[in-house]
C-alpha cells in the first residue's frame, strides 16, 4: 500500500505520473527548439536517405507504432511499416541490410517482438529498441536503444509507458525529419507544444471525475464499440484494448469509416459507442458516423477537445481534452482512456492491477 502512494491501484498512480512521465522521456532530448538522440549519432548516416521505416510490437506498444505511423507519414515523405510482432516474425520479410526497423517493447522482453529483431538482424537490418527496461534482453540484443525512463510499471495493464512511447517516437520522428533537411515553423510549433504537454496533462487530471461519473453511467453495458480517423484511430484501439483488459467489456475498436462495412450492424441501445473524436481535419467525418450511429439508437460517449460547439448535441456524454494541433490529440487523448477504463473496472469492483489470464511481460510464445 505504501508503494501505491494513496492511490487506490498502481493503475491510477501510474496515470498520475504521466505528467512526470512527459519530463523524464523529453529531458536532455529537446534543447534549443531541436530533438538530440546521443544514442543515434552512430546512424545519422543511414537516416539521411530513409524512406521506410519498419516497426514491430505488441499489445499496447502496437497502438504507440501506429500512432508513429501517422505522424511520421503525414509529416515526411518515410512510409512506415507497424507490424505485429507475433505475425512478423512468421511472415517471408524482405528487408535491406539499409533497412531501419524499430522494436517497441515496454518491458524488453516480450518473446515475439525479441524474435522479431532477430529475424531482422539475420536480414542485415539495423534494430532501434525503445524500452522502458534498462539491461532487457531487448536492449543488449538491438544496435541501439532509446529508453523511456517511465520509471518501474506495476499494473499489468499499460498506461504512463504508452504516453511516454509515443512521446519518444514523435521525438524520433522529428529527428528523421531534421536530420532529412525537413523542417519549419511547424515542427518547431511541435516541439513548443510537447513541452508544454506535463502542464496540460496535470491540468487534465485534476478533473477525473467527469470520467469518473461517465464510467458509472457505462459499466454495466456488455460491448463497447470504440472509433477513431487519423490520428484518433490507434487512440480507439488502445482505449478497446485497455477496456477489455480490466473490466473484461467486450470492446472493439474500428476505423470510423469502416462502421458501414460490417461493425455497424451490431449497434443498437445495449452496444455504445466510445467515439475518439478530435475537432481536427477529420471531424466532420466522423461526425457522420456519430450520427448513423446514433440513428441505430446507439449511447455515444465522445472524446473531443474543448470548443467542440457540437459535442453535446452529438452525444449523449462528453470528454473534454484541451486544444491542441491534430497530431499530439494522440497524446493528449491518451489518459482519458485510461481514466474511463479504470474507472468502469473499479465501479465493477475488479482488481485492474491484476487483470485475470494477463501477465505483465509475455515471456513466452
Ligand atoms: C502484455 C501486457 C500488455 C503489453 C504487451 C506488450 O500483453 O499485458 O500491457 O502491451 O504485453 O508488452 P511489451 O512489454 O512488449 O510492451
Same mark, same amino acid.
Given at each position: ?36 538522440? !546521443?544514442?543515434?549519432?552512430? @546512424? ?20 504507440? /507504432? *501506429? ?19 507475433? !505475425? ?6 524482405? *528487408? ?17 517482438? @525479441? !524474435? ?27 544496435? $541501439? ?23 519518444? *517516437? ?13 523542417? +519549419? ?30 464510467? /458509472?453511467?457505462?459499466?454495466? $453495458? ?36 469502416? @462502421? ?22 477529420? $471531424? ?43 497530431? *499530439?490529440?494522440?497524446? @493528449? ?17 475488479? +482488481? ?14
Amino acid at each position: 500500500d505504501a508503494q501505491k502512494s494513496g492511490f487506490k491501484h498502481f493503475m491510477l498512480k501510474e496515470i498520475f505520473e504521466e505528467p512526470m512521465c512527459l519530463v523524464s522521456v523529453m529531458t536532455g532530448r529537446i534543447k534549443n527548439g531541436k530533438v538530440h538522440f !546521443e544514442e543515434l549519432e552512430g @546512424l545519422k548516416e543511414r537516416l539521411k536517405n530513409i524512406n521506410f521505416v519498419k516497426v514491430v510490437a505488441c499489445g499496447t506498444s502496437y497502438h504507440a /507504432a *501506429l500512432s508513429f505511423k501517422y505522424f511520421l507519414e503525414n509529416l515526411s515523405d518515410v512510409n512506415v511499416d507497424a507490424e505485429i510482432s507475433s !505475425e512478423f516474425r512468421y511472415k517471408r520479410q524482405h *528487408l535491406k541490410p539499409n533497412d531501419v526497423v524499430i522494436a517497441i517493447s515496454q518491458s524488453g522482453e516480450t518473446a515475439d517482438t @525479441l !524474435e522479431s529483431v532477430r529475424l531482422a538482424k539475420r536480414q542485415g537490418a539495423t534494430v532501434v529498441a525503445i524500452t522502458n527496461v534498462v539491461g532487457s534482453t531487448l536492449s543488449r540484443e538491438s544496435d $541501439f536503444t532509446l529508453y523511456l525512463n517511465a520509471g518501474p510499471e506495476i499494473s499489468v495493464a499499460a498506461t504512463k509507458s504508452y504516453v511516454s512511447q509515443i512521446t519518444l *517516437l514523435y521525438l524520433l520522428a522529428l529527428k528523421i525529419m531534421e536530420i532529412k533537411g525537413i523542417w +519549419d515553423e511547424k515542427h518547431e510549433g511541435l516541439i513548443d507544444r510537447l513541452l508544454r504537454m506535463p502542464e496540460i496533462f496535470e491540468k487534465f487530471l485534476d478533473q477525473v471525475d467527469n470520467i469518473h461519473q461517465i464510467a /458509472a453511467k457505462y459499466k454495466d $453495458f456488455k460491448h463497447f464499440m470504440y472509433i477513431g480517423r487519423g490520428y484518433g484511430y490507434p487512440t480507439a484501439l488502445e482505449g478497446a484494448l485497455k477496456l477489455k483488459e480490466i473490466s473484461y467489456i467486450h470492446a472493439t475498436a474500428y476505423p470510423a469509416g469502416e @462502421l458501414k462495412h460490417g461493425p455497424i450492424a451490431m449497434l443498437g441501445p445495449d452496444f455504445p459507442v466510445f467515439a475518439v473524436a478530435p475537432n481536427d481535419f477529420l $471531424f466532420s467525418k466522423t461526425k457522420s458516423n456519430i450520427i448513423e450511429c446514433r440513428s441505430r439508437k446507439a449511447r455515444i460517449v465522445l472524446l473531443t477537445n474543448e470548443g467542440n460547439e457540437e459535442a453535446f448535441e452529438l452525444a449523449d456524454d462528453v470528454i473534454f481534452v484541451s486544444n491542441s494541433i491534430d497530431e *499530439l490529440y494522440p497524446i @493528449l487523448m491518451t489518459p482519458a482512456i485510461q481514466l474511463f477504463a479504470y474507472y468502469v473496472a473499479d465501479e465493477l469492483g475488479l +482488481d485492474p492491477d491484476k487483470p485475470r489470464n494477463l501477465a505483465k511481460s509475455v515471456t513466452v510464445e
